[in-house]
C-alpha cells in the first residue's frame, strides 16, 4: 500500500515486456527467494490482480497493468542462482534476464507505480519510482518504508513502453534492469548514481543532460560505458574505481557545472573528452595506474583547480593544448613518466602553480604563454629537468619556489617576471649555473639563492626593493653579484659563506629596516654600501678575510649593534658619518687594522664600547663621543699608544683597559679621573699597560 494515493491506481504488470514483473521478482527472490533452483510461480487470480508466491511463503499480490495485456493464466517463473553473485530469472513464454543479487538484511526495494494519463507529475503518464526499506518484510512499501520517488514519464504515444523524455528527481543504477528501465531518459534533473559492482556495460544512448550529479564508481566490473549523446552535467561528474573499465569516453560532454574527478581506474590506458570546453569547479585526474594519454582538446577553462597527480604511465599532456585559465590551483605532482607539458594557450592560474615529483619530465616548455600566478610557484625534485622557461610569466602573487629540482638543471629564464608578492626562492640548485631575472624589480617578502653550488654569477638589475629580507647564502663558486638599482630592505640583509666572492656592490641601497650581515666571504676584497643612510638593526662585517675595502660612507644609524670582526687584511675603517649606535659597538681582531680616523661624528653608543685585539691600531680617537651605555672595554691593541675620548662624560657601565703595552698606564688613569669627575662611580680594571709613562 502506497499512502497518501488513490487505492485503485495501479502498479503495471506489463506482460510484453516483462519489464516490470522483473522488477517485482527480482526484489522478492533478493528478500527471501534465493537459492539454486527456486521457483517463484506467478498466478493470474481472474480479478485483475496477479499472486506472486515463493517457496520460502514470501508473495505478494499486484494489480494487473492498464496498458499492457495480462499474464497468462497459471504462468510461471524461476529463479536460478548462477553462484557469482547474479541470479537468471527464466518464465515460460522464453523470457529470461539475468540480474544482481540482493544483500541480507532488511530489504531494499523499489515499487513502480503507474501513472495515467494528465498525472501532474508526468502528464503523458509513466511511473513513479518509489525506493525504500522494506522494514517489516512482508515485500511490500507501506507508510513512512518509503524514502524516495522518481518519475518515469511516457512519450506522446502514452502506450505503457518504457519511459522517455525527463526523469524529473534522481535516480540510482545497482543492476542491469535499473539501467534498462531509464534507457530512453533523455534527461535527468536531479542526480544519477550507478554503483553495480557486477555490472559489465552500461549503456544510456539517449541520454543528454544530467542536472545534479553523475557519480560512476566503484563498479568493479564495468569494462564499457556508452554515454554517447550526454552533453551537460550540471553539478559533479564523478568516475573512479571501475578496475576493468580500459577506456573512458565522453566524445559529446561539452560542460560540467561543478567538479570533475576521473581517479582509481586502474586498468584505465586512455581519456578522450574530445567535446568538453569548460568545468565548472576542480577538474581531478588522478591515481589512474595505466593511463598514458588524456586529450580535452576544446577544453578552455577550468572554473577551480586542475590536479593531475600520481598517473604512473601518463607520458604527456598534448591533449590540454586549448586551456586559456585555471581558476583555482594547477597540481602537476608525481607522474614519473610524464615527460612533456603542453598547455601552450595557458595564460593565467588564479590560484598555486605546482610541479613536483615528475621524474621523466626535461623542460617546461608547454607553459609558453603563462603570464600570471595568483598563488604561488612551487618546482621541485623533477630528477632530469634540465632547463626552466616561463618566458611569459610577470607576476607571482604568494611565492615562487626552484628547490632541489634536479642534479641535471642548468639554466633558469624567468625573462618577463617583473614581482614576486611574497617570496622568491632559488635552494639546492646545485647544479644551476644561470640564472635570468632581468625584469625583476620587487620582492614583497623574501628573496633567498642558497646552495647553488655552480652558480658564479648572479645579476639583478631591474630589482629596487625586497619587502622583508635579502639572503644569498651558501653558493660556493660565484663570484660576482650585481645589484645596482637595490635601494630598500624592509628588514634584513645577508650574504655569506659565499666562499668565491670577490666583490659586494650596492650602490642603490639606502636603507634597511633590520639587521645586515656580510659574512664569510672568504675571497671578498670589497664591500660598496656607500649610499646606506640607516640600519635599523645590527650591522656586522665579519670574517670576510681577504677584504682591504669597506665602504660605509654615508652610515648614520645603527639601531643594533656595530661590530666589524676578523677582517684580517682591513687597514682602515671609516663611518664619517655615523652618529649613533643604538647596541654594542665591537671592533675586535682587525689584525692590518691601522686607522679608525672615519668615526669623528660618533656622539652615543647604547650598549658596550669595545675595541679589542687590533694588533697594529696605533690611535684611537674618538672625538665627538659622550656617552656609551654599557661597559668601556680597551684592550689587547698590542701597537695602541694614543687614546682620545676627552668629550665622554656618560659612561652606564664599567671601565676596562688592559694589556695595551705600549699605551701610558696614565692615559688609561686619566680617562679614568674624567668619568668620575663628571659622576661616574663604576668599576675599574687597568692594567698591563705601560707603566713606564
Known sequence: MLPGKPTDRSIRFARATMLFLLVSVFFLSASGCGGSSDNCTVVDNGDGTATITCPDGTSATIENGQNGRDGQDGASCSIFDNGDGTKTIFCTDGTSVTVNDGQNGDSTLVVNEALQEGDPNCPAGGIAVHTGIDGNGNGLLEGDEITGTSYLCNGQDGNGTLPSGVLHGSYTIRNSIDAYLISLITEITGDLMVDAPGLAGLSLPKLTAVGGNLSIDDNTDLTSLDLMALTSVGGDLSIGSNDSMASLSLPTLASVGGDFVIEFNIVTTSL??????????????????????????????????????????????????????????????????????????????????????????????GLDSLESVGGYLKISQCNVLASLSLPALVSVEKYLVIENVSQSLISVNFSALTSVGEYLSFFDDFSLTSLLLPALSAVGGYLKISKCDSLTSLSLPALTSVGVYLLIRDNFVLTNLSLPALATVGEGLEIDYNRALTSLSLPALTSIGSDVLISHNDFQ????????????????????????????????????????????????????????????????????????????????VGGDLIVVANNVLPSLALTALTSVGGNLNIQANTSLTSLSLTTIATLVGDLYIYNNVLLCNSIAIALRDQLIAAGWSGTTEIHDNDDSC
Open 272 to 365: 578522450s573528452l574530445a567535446a568538453i570546453e569548460s568545468v565548472g569547479e576542480n577538474l581531478v585526474i588522478q591515481n589512474n595506474d595505466a593511463l598514458t594519454s588524456i586529450a580535452l582538446p576544446v577544453l578552455t577553462s577550468v572554473g577551480g583547480g586542475l590536479y593531475i597527480g600520481y598517473n604512473d604511465a601518463l607520458t604527456s599532456l598534448t591533449g590540454l593544448d586549448s586551456l586559456a585559465s585555471v581558476g583555482g590551483d594547477l597540481y602537476i605532482d608525481d607522474n614519473p613518466d610524464l615527460t612533456s607539458l603542453a598547455m601552450s594557450a595557458l595564460t593565467s592560474i588564479e590560484g598555486n602553480l605546482l610541479i613536483d615529483n615528475n621524474d621523466a619530465l626535461t623542460s617546461l616548455f
Open 525 to 604: 676584497t670589497s664591500v660598496s654600501l656607500q649610499s646606506l643612510v640607516d640600519v635599523g638593526g645590527d650591522l656586522e662585517i665579519d670574517r670576510n678575510y681577504r677584504l682591504t675595502s669597506l665602504d660605509l660612507t654615508a652610515v648614520a644609524s645603527v639601531g643594533g649593534d656595530l661590530l666589524i670582526i676578523r677582517e684580517d687584511m682591513l687597514t682602515s675603517l671609516s663611518l664619517p658619518a655615523l652618529v649613533v649606535v643604538g647596541g654594542t659597538m665591537e671592533i675586535v681582531s682587525n689584525y692590518s687594522l691601522t686607522n679608525m680616523s672615519g668615526l669623528d661624528s660618533l656622539e652615543s
